[in-house]
């Protein structure tokens, strides 16, 4: 490597090995150490440093020049503080990195951001760039973008936020990155108004995902999202305006739509009646909407019948219930996932969703004081594929925790936050009965808990439970009472007889349908 030969102060290096001293001589003498690296090809050593996280890479390109080199040329992710100052260095820093794919530019709020001739040295140095991440780059206007656009033809994906180009800036992206597949843009405040629409320009054929955040004139990019026949992913979130006509444009005609995500926008039943057109739809997030009902949710329900995953976000004003989520139990057999957030549910729902979703892997309920005992019992004996279990803020007791127990076989990871009826003793008990168990639980000191009548926004006594092997450490926390360690005692042998869940199951099945009451 054409380093001279290390002296006895030289740091040792555990690939450089010295000849083992004499036992026969009271000095230690020290040849010259072999480098055992030499006859390892740049490709391998290229290799190891990519198993190495960022410190360990940048200490070990300091070792010699060979490997200062090798991980100069290996590296394909840079990322850089996008200051001005940067710009006299740019030269020196993409001769070293003359391989990087992939490249991400941030730059404080407080700071003066590098500007178009920085962008343009980049775009002409980076050849091999497919992606490119820019963060409060205030200074690059439309002028920096189209000479960059022009230089880096095989983009893949673009991301921008809170940056001060406009309309005419990302139009220069669509038309000359014809391989660009991901778009996502956040903050960009320049896109005011006008008749600067975005239109998809070549890129309109390879776009594949796009996602639009926190923009005051998210429909100007209505073109480009009608436009783009081949897209899989959408996602606008905290966009201002009306999205229904957006949607109903979106819905004729787009065959590939697997992905969307809706959340905080003005949109309605017609915006969700409109996507369910796109009969592939396999992923859907509902998220804080509050003008989507039980309507929309049915419409979804019967026209998208691969739906694996489905998120809700119910905002706690009851417009999405019952009547939706049955619909989906109904004509979605194929639901893995299922998050359901401020939604009002009974059991009515919850044991169509256990019985007709067999191939429910992971669940989520969070703030509902309509689930109870009654409705995690029925999970606990129907969803027989279920792994992953997350209840928070609801109604629950003891009781619920036991059934879970007796129930779910594949059952791998559970959290139970917020729910003040659960004690420490049933989830110790629950870690014993099923060793294998991770479970995340919250603590809530009360008095005289009433889980029928939870508070779901009640007082955390601020102790973790982190349960790894069906092991619990606590925390320093409130401790629990005698008074109500004998009460969980007390049931526990009420359950001696393990016949919970088929109690709990005939007691609930009273007020369903006469066909499913043999649960």
């Known amino acids: 490597m054409g380093q001279s030969s290390s002296t006895v102060s030289y740091p040792t290096n555990q690939f450089l090995i010295s000849p083992e001293p004499s036992g026969f001589t009271d000095e230690i003498k020290i040849g010259p150490l072999t480098d055992y690296t030499e006859g390892v090809p740049d490709d391998c050593l290229a290799c190891i440093f990519q198993l190495l996280n960022a410190a360990d890479r940048k200490r070990s390109s300091l070792v010699c020049k060979r490997w200062l080199r090798v991980d100069g040329q290996s590296r394909r992710r840079l990322s850089l503080n996008a200051q001005s100052e940067i710009t006299s260095y740019l030269p ?14 941030r730059c404080d709020r407080k700071s003066l951001s590098l500007n178009d001739d920085a962008l343009l040295m980049i775009s002409i140095q980076c050849e091999s760039l497919t992606r490119l991440k820019l963060r409060g780059c205030r200074e690059v206007t439309e002028l920096g973008m189209a000479g960059f656009a022009k230089n880096c033809k095989n983009l893949t994906k673009f991301s921008c936020g809170s940056c001060n180009f406009g309309a005419k800036g990302i139009n220069m992206l669509l038309k000359y990155c014809i391989k660009l597949e991901e778009l996502t843009i956040k903050r960009l405040r320049s896109v005011t108004g006008g008749n600067d629409l975005i239109v998809p320009g070549a890129a309109g054929l390879s776009l594949k995902s796009i996602c639009l955040k926190e923009l005051v004139n998210g429909q100007f990019f209505e073109p480009l999202l009608v436009e783009c026949k081949m897209l899989t992913t959408l996602k606008v979130i905290r966009c201002l305006g009306d999205w229904d006509n957006v949607l109903v444009k979106m819905g004729n005609g787009n065959g590939f739509l697997s992905d969307v995500h809706l959340e905080r926008l003005q949109v309605s039943d017609i915006g969700l009646g409109a996507i369910s057109k796109c009969v592939n739809i396999d992923s859907l997030h509902i998220v804080k909407n509050p003008e989507c009902s039980n309507l929309g949710l049915v419409s979804v329900a019967e026209n998208c019948k691969k739906l694996k995953k489905l998120h809700i976000d119910g905002w706690k ?33 919850m044991a169509a969703i256990a019985s007709d979703c067999r191939r429910l892997e992971r669940l989520a309920l969070c703030g509902s004081g309509a689930i109870g005992d009654a409705e995690i019992a029925c999970i606990a004996a129907k969803c027989v594929e279920l792994k992953k279990l997350c209840i928070k803020g609801c109604a629950i007791s003891d009781v ?13 990871k559970v959290k139970v936050k917020k729910c003040r009826g659960v004690s420490s003793e049933a989830v110790d008990w629950l870690l014993r009965r099923k060793g294998s ?24 006594s601020g102790v973790e439970f982190p349960v790894m092997g069906g092991q619990v450490v606590l925390g320093d926390g409130p401790s629990v009472g005698t008074g109500r360690l004998a009460q969980f005692r007390a049931k526990m042998g009420l359950f001696a007889s393990r016949n919970l869940v088929p109690c709990a199951f005939h007691r609930s099945s009273n007020h369903g349908d006469s066909s499913k009451s043999n649960l």
């Open 92 to 105: 020196s820093i993409f001769t070293r990195f003359d391989s990087v794919a992939k490249l991400s530019l």
């Open 317 to 349: 004003i009851n417009r999405i219930g019952d009547e939706g989520l049955m619909a989906v139990a109904k004509q979605c057999p194929d639901l893995q996932e299922l998050v359901l957030i401020g939604v009002h549910v009974t059991h009515f729902s």
């Open 400 to 412: 619920a925790i036991e059934a879970l127990a007796w129930g779910c076989p594949n059952l791998v």
């Open 437 to 460: 168990l991770v479970v995340s639980f919250d603590a809530i000191e009360s008095e005289g808990v009433d889980a029928s009548g939870s508070d779901v926004g009640g007082q955390e």
